[in-house]
């Protein structure tokens, strides 16, 4: 009796996976989804404008070149041509990445790594085509000219904010930006862009993380010495909890260095910050906008952190060494990917404002952007959609 209950629990579990949807077949469905937002988000766009969000009265809102996400919807374009092949999305992907093409002359702040490597980078990797190469260089320089060799990182912000009194701030967001410096040092065999990258990722290291692998949201640093002079938060709950996004930046960034360099300090530090967050995320596998925020489970989700999380662990589970951490990461981007593309998260075509994903968090202290669609989002899911199926041959 025991052995047939015990077989029918097993048809049963093995119907359940049957009834999964193949991966193959929900990317080909997300995909198809894109490719029509994006061809309707193109029509709410000038030349001079790049989608960033909804309002609080449910309209449509954009940015202009300089915000720090400009370099997303461009990105976005590359990866749904990537995917399908649509000679009409290359058209608009080159289209909306040239219009960053004054961007690359100055870094006004650490964001122009997301903004030219997001667009202009992805443009060069797909289609190989010239015209896109000059402007990663010079952006690549632009933005290690904000290197300091005394503090041995790149100054995220110049701006101050009222109450506080920062001299060198870094975000831990700032990992994400080094990607553009390793593309650029490859591209151009410019080793001193590698060696910033390097510095910063080591410093960062060093300054940004507590002893369970969490990380401050910022570090500021006196300009002279590099010593600390204070840890702070600015967009999570408290200075000493744990932000979602900058979690998902950090996993991302040390993952990102290790496939870049090679170095084990980068693997070890990327399985440890990724082992935290499995531990902590919920079952659906996406966070809270802050794992220590007070009202949970009340507090908004934040699908942005869960996408830049995903693209880690997908491609973490192919670097990592062991077959057991392997399954743990793929199966985590799995999952994440999964509820993304449950209809929870991923927009109807012509809803959501032509936007993919639903439900982000953008700066909640400061009351912007919270449970709302995020480019961001859109993009990191679609590049971990397309990492997840290359490595796992689907
Ligand atoms: N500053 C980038 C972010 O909001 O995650």
Redesign the pocket.
């Known amino acids: 009796m025991k052995r047939c209950i015990y077989i029918l629990l097993a048809m049963l579990s093995l119907a359940g996976c049957s009834r999964q949807e193949p991966m193959d077949v929900l990317a080909d469905r997300v995909f198809s989804a894109a490719r029509e937002q994006c061809l309707q988000m193109d029509g709410r766009l000038t030349d001079q404008t790049l989608p960033r969000t909804i309002g609080k009265n449910g309209e449509f809102v954009s940015s202009n070149i300089n915000w720090?996400c400009s370099g997303f919807f461009p990105g976005t374009l590359w990866y749904v041509y990537e995917y399908t092949g649509d000679s009409s999305i290359k058209e608009l992907a080159v289209a909306n990445t040239l219009k960053l093409e004054p961007l690359q002359y100055r870094a006004k702040d650490h964001?122009l790594g997301f903004q030219m490597n997001c667009s202009y980078g992805n443009a060069y990797r797909i289609t190989g085509e010239q015209r896109f190469l000059a402007p990663i260089y010079t952006s690549a320089l632009a933005l290690a000219g904000r290197f300091s060799p005394a503090t041995g990182t790149i100054r995220s912000w110049d701006f101050v904010r009222a109450g506080r009194d920062w001299r060198y701030p870094v975000?831990i967001?700032n990992m994400m930006n080094l990607e553009h410096l390793l593309n650029a040092a490859d591209l151009f065999r410019d080793n001193s862009l590698r060696d910033m990258a390097i510095a910063h990722a080591n410093t960062t290291m060093c300054n940004h993380f507590r002893e369970d692998f969490s990380c401050w949201h910022l570090v500021d640093y006196d300009p002279e010495t590099g010593a600390v002079r204070s840890r702070e938060t600015v967009?999570g709950y408290a200075d000493g909890s744990s932000w979602a996004?900058?979690q998902a930046?950090a996993l991302y960034g040390y993952t990102m260095m290790f496939r870049f360099t090679g170095y084990e300090c980068y693997l070890r530090q990327a399985e440890n910050i990724a082992d935290m967050i499995v531990d902590r995320l919920p079952a659906d596998g996406i966070p809270y906008w802050d794992f220590d925020a007070p009202d949970i489970p009340d507090a908004p989700k934040d699908a942005s952190a869960a996408a830049v999380m995903a693209s880690a662990f997908a491609d973490l589970g192919t670097l990592t060494t062991s077959d057991c951490n392997s399954r743990k990461y793929s199966g985590m981007a799995e999952r994440q990917l999964r509820t993304l593309a449950s209809d929870i998260y991923l927009a109807k075509p012509g809803e959501n404002c032509n936007f993919i994903l639903k439900h982000s968090v953008?700066?909640l202290p400061g009351d912007s952007e919270v449970d709302v669609p995020l480019s961001y989002a859109d993009y990191y899911f679609l590049e971990a959609l397309i990492k997840y199926i290359t490595h796992n041959n689907n």
Do not use: F, L
Request: hydrophobic share 30%; proline share 0%.
């Open positions: 720090w964001d975000i967001d967009q996004r900058g930046w953008g700066n």
